[in-house]
């Protein structure tokens, strides 16, 4: 069947026509009075129009729409949002968009979408979707409803088997689309002028809408490797075994979705034929994808540090000139001198001459008296007795009780600094370790570690052990 056996030949005349901008958002209206309604009365969808397209539909050009649809009895222009709507409604009517029909009891008008209208307002309207489109586990979804159908063996085998057909047919569609992706964000890349513009393309639009909704799915979630081996395993089981077969023909008939047995088996053995040869060949698919992923990340990588190491202002493409070389200066001085005529001007002017000022050597000044704190013996001796009370070596020894809590052996990574006393405490008990009679040894490692926003170093407090405790 060809296509405009289908669908009307004139039902993309309004999608090129100088209002095609209002026709589209028309039919926009219209899905979303379809997806809310069960049946769509006229007078209803051309108050819809009116409440969303009023200032679109006061613009309507009507002498194009008399010359584009030689229409000699359009509404004239100045007229009233209503009579305008309704002429948008007949335009649709006429290209075969919408259709018209009459309710039993009444004269009222319903507004029907044939089923090619509905397919085609779907499609045009997830151009403009701006929501990004989760990926479909195809993979999985392909693997569940074969080993569910395998399991069970009941009269739903045919409809597992259109269900992974048809999952396997959208799989390698969306690879070919990554790989198509791929290869125009990479394209783009040559278009990009400065180091933000392919950051921009790269996590904003790259990353999101192919890395995140597909290649990373297919590498993770949905994994093909994961699943590929089981789902081959499925499909040649049932292609050995001539009783599902039969079984599955012998649905296929009784649902009328072919003539007669032959026929069913003969289709049902070329999608499972089908299905077997894609998973066969799916690895070569996906290294293909993973190559041109990672010339584009390199690529990206290489364009921005170019970017970022040349300097692409005026002055930097001077730079380049002078530095290019005498002779590539000479043909650039030639070739514009056929043109302009340049010559080299210089004079001397009051600021040519001038005296080099002597800096005088700076000399070494008088150091600032430094004031002397004199502290007196009996100072002191209190100072010495008041350390001594508050770090003695009982508390130390406490310390260390209380920071064992009957442990033998704690860790540096064990020990809770609450202030700055139990870091004093720890320094000494960490320096103490030798001394006779001590009741523990302490084992310092290499390197140090953060305690409590104390840098302590790595050791560890073991507790002496006796023997009538043993």
Not at 11 to 34: G, H
Not at 209 to 238: A, C, E, N, Q
Not at 398 to 422: P, Q, T
Request: net charge negative; with cysteine; aromatic share 8%.
């Amino acid at each position: 069947m060809k296509l405009f056996d289908v669908i009307p030949g004139n039902l993309f005349s309004i999608l090129v026509s100088k209002n095609k901008a209002l026709y589209a958002e028309t039919l926009f209206v219209i899905r979303k009075a379809f997806k809310q309604e069960m049946t769509i009365r006229k007078e209803d969808l051309v108050s819809m129009l009116i409440f969303n397209l009023d200032e679109a539909i006061l613009e309507l050009d009507m002498e194009a729409e008399q010359d584009e649809f030689q229409d000699d009895g359009a509404v004239k222009s100045g007229q009233s949002l209503s009579a305008k709507a309704h002429h948008l409604i007949r335009r649709l009517v006429e290209t075969g968009w919408i259709e018209v029909e009459y309710q039993v009891d009444s004269f009222e008008e319903n507004i029907t979408l044939p089923d090619y209208s509905v397919k085609l307002l779907n499609l045009l309207y997830s151009f403009t979707d701006e929501n990004v489109r989760e990926y479909n586990s195809y993979v999985y979804s392909t693997y569940s409803a074969l080993r569910t159908a395998d399991a069970e063996r009941d009269d739903f085998m045919l409809n597992a088997l259109i269900t992974a057909y048809d999952n396997t047919i959208k799989l390698v569609d969306e690879l070919k689309t990554l790989h198509n992706n791929i290869r125009r964000y990479h394209q783009a890349l040559n278009e990009y002028a400065t180091a933000n513009d392919i950051l921009r393309g790269h996590f904003d639009q790259y990353k999101e809408l192919i890395v995140d909704r597909i290649y990373h799915p297919l590498k993770t979630l949905d994994s093909v490797p994961r699943f590929k081996m089981p789902i081959l395993k499925i499909l040649g089981d049932w292609l050995s075994d001539l009783s599902v077969r039969q079984k599955m023909a012998a649905q296929a008939v009784q649902r009328g979705k072919y003539a007669n047995a032959d026929e069913a088996m003969e289709n049902i053995i070329v999608m499972m034929g089908e299905m077997s040869d894609i998973y066969e060949n799916i690895d070569g698919m996906l290294e293909e994808i993973d190559r041109k992923n990672n010339a584009y990340t390199r690529a990206s990588i290489e364009k921005m540090q170019y970017l970022l190491n040349t300097d692409r202002s005026i002055k930097g493409k001077l730079v380049d000139i002078l530095s290019s070389g005498d002779k590539q200066i000479d043909k650039l001085i030639d070739r514009m001198s056929d043109s302009i005529d340049i010559f080299r001007q210089g004079f001397i002017d009051e600021k040519s001459l001038y005296t080099k000022r002597n800096a005088n050597a700076r000399k070494e000044g008088t150091p600032l008296p430094l004031k002397e704190t004199v502290i007196d013996d009996k100072e002191l001796e209190s100072i010495i007795k008041k350390m001594n009370r508050l770090y003695n070596h009982q508390q130390v020894l406490a310390f260390v009780d209380r920071l064992m809590a009957g442990r033998h052996i704690i860790n540096s990574s064990d020990i809770k600094l609450e202030n700055d006393d139990d870091f004093i405490l720890l320094i000494l008990a960490a320096l103490k370790t030798g001394e006779k009679g001590l009741p523990y040894k302490v084992e310092f490692g290499r390197g140090t570690m953060d305690c409590c926003g104390y840098k302590i170093p790595e050791m560890r407090f073991m507790r002496f052990i006796r023997k009538g405790n043993i």
